[in-house]
T-cell receptor
Framework: DAKTTQPPSMDCAEGRAANLPCNHSTISGNEYVYWYRQIHSQGPQYIIHGLKNNETNEMASLIITEDRKSSTLILPHATLRDTAVYYCIVRDGGTYKYIFGTGTRLKVLA | DTAVSQTPKYLVTQMGNDKSIKCEQNLGHDTMYWYKQDSKKFLKIMFSYNNKELIINETVPNRFSPKSPDKAHLNLHINSLELGDSAVYFC???????????FGSGTRLTVV
């Protein structure tokens, strides 16, 4: 079973920040949080990952709470092309395995 | 250059047939995976190979047999295809040090 819980869907106005939450209350100390997105039926695309510090790259920012039980993916200026299903994944500690949950379907509105 | 390439992109076949899907990555990664995405869009891991060695083998019917001739290739052979095997199959690769996965564009298998 997936170790993460995400809202099933969210809407965001184009140009505004999209904040996608994720709960991972059973995360253990050596487990990373990864975010992927899947646009239509394409292969999932890696966005960002982190352990306990906040991370930023050219696509997004990842904010992880101090207790590591939840995180938020931020797309600073959402565009229509960001419409996708976003998956928050906790990588199974000690293995190479990702277990995907149901994700959040983000719809960016013009 | 495509990083993770799968062939074929579409596959329509009759029940009972045997088919293969091929995957190749040119990223120099040491680990490769097969995932299945069903009609409800759930992505489930099936197999993983690290340096040609099987390391993950989820509860998958033994009609599915992965083969990794080298660490850049991971093929999936399916015997006696059933209607329930219809899905999109994604290949992915990663470096075992913990970087993200790179997924292929998927193979849409339809069993009729």
């Amino acid at each position: 079973d997936a170790k993460t819980t995400q809202p099933p869907s969210m809407d965001c106005a184009e140009g505004r920040a999209a904040n996608l939450p994720c709960n991972h209350s059973t995360i253990s100390g050596n487990e990373y949080v990864y975010w992927y997105r899947q646009i239509h039926s394409q292969g999932p695309q890696y966005i960002i990952h982190g352990l306990k510090n906040n991370e930023t790259n050219e696509m997004a920012s990842l904010i992880i709470t101090e207790d590591r039980k939840s995180s938020t993916l931020i797309l600073p200026h959402a565009t229509l092309r960001d419409t996708a299903v976003y998956y928050c994944i906790v990588r199974d500690g000690g293995t190479y395995k990702y277990i995907f949950g149901t994700g959040t379907r983000l719809k960016v509105l013009a | 250059d495509t990083a993770v390439s799968q062939t074929p992109k579409y596959l329509v076949t009759q029940m009972g047939n045997d088919k293969s899907i091929k995957c190749e990555q040119n990223l120099g990664h040491d680990t490769m995976y097969w995932y299945k995405q069903d009609s409800k869009k759930f992505l489930k891991i099936m197999f993983s190979y690290n340096n040609k060695e099987l390391i993950i083998n989820e509860t998958v019917p033994n009609r599915f047999s992965p083969k990794s001739p080298d660490k850049a290739h991971l093929n999936l052979h399916i015997n006696s295809l059933e209607l329930g095997d219809s899905a999109v199959y994604f290949c992915a690769s990663s470096q075992s040090t913990g970087t993200g996965y790179t997924f292929g564009s998927g193979t849409r298998l339809t069993v009729v």
